[in-house]
């Protein structure tokens, strides 16, 4: 039997575009016509199913969906039993406490007795019990920052990015209590067939990964630096080095994390190195 393996996504949202887009850069085609709420890749052994982010880690543990992409903020508070297959690094946010502007605030004990309104009243209520405060909890599921002006809660948890959201509403962060990004989950009982597919769609998301924090740097150098150069940028293996046209010089071709390409820039510049470019890589396997 040709096994299929079937993926949870957000149908719409904040972790819906970079879900699909690491999909796609996975060299995995299918279509997403608005509306479909399930489709069919034409060139790998994979169905989609586009839900709310709520109902992810649900389908995945009870086997409705083989994998899903999902926030761990919501993993979390969903509480189910999946596998964390990858960190994905993207949806990258917090939840955090926040109170109003004018309040004076000096630690946690500030909750002591107060009530909080939240969309995870899991994680904050492990988050209270662990620094031994007893608060009341609101569980409401949206629009959480107005609770405090309209007199519903005296604070709030909610996620945070930039924090505009809180300002707007005349709110200040005071704690942060969970940090999340996307993750790729798993049933934990999956069969030997579609735990090899399942390796086939690591296998390429980790090169589409490694290909994003890597950079292509190609530059210009005296041939008698570049000994100290190939020491700076070594590469996979070791760099390319082609000699230049002109007489006593050579192109060097490296690989290296984008980090690493800023740490050394001017030890390369000091080196000599010059005309230096620096080309993304769509991918990658070692
Ligand atoms: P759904 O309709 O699927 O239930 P939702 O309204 O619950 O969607 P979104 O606002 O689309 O959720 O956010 C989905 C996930 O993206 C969040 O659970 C969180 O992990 C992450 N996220 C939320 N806000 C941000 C943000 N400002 N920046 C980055 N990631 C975020
Ligand atoms: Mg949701």
Known sequence: MNSIIRIAVQKSGRLSDDSLSLIKECGIK?????????????????????????????????GVADLGIVGENELVEKDREVEILKRLGFSKCRLSLAIPKGEHYDDIRYFEGKS???????????YLRSKNINAEIHEISGSVEIAPSIGLAEGICDIVSSGSTLMMNGLKEVEEIFKSEAVLIANKYLSEEKLSIVDRLLFRINAVQKGKSNKYVLLNAPNESLEKIISLIPGMRSPTILPLAQEGWSSVHSVLSEDQFWKNIEELRAAGAEGILVVPIEKMVI
């Open 116 to 126: 909080l309104a939240t969309s995870y009243p899991k994680i904050l209520g492990d």
């Open 30 to 62: 299918f279509y997403n016509g608005t509306g479909k709420l399930k489709s069919t890749s034409t060139n790998f052994p994979i169905e989609f199913l586009f839900l709310r982010d709520d109902d992810i880690p649900g389908y995945v543990s009870d």
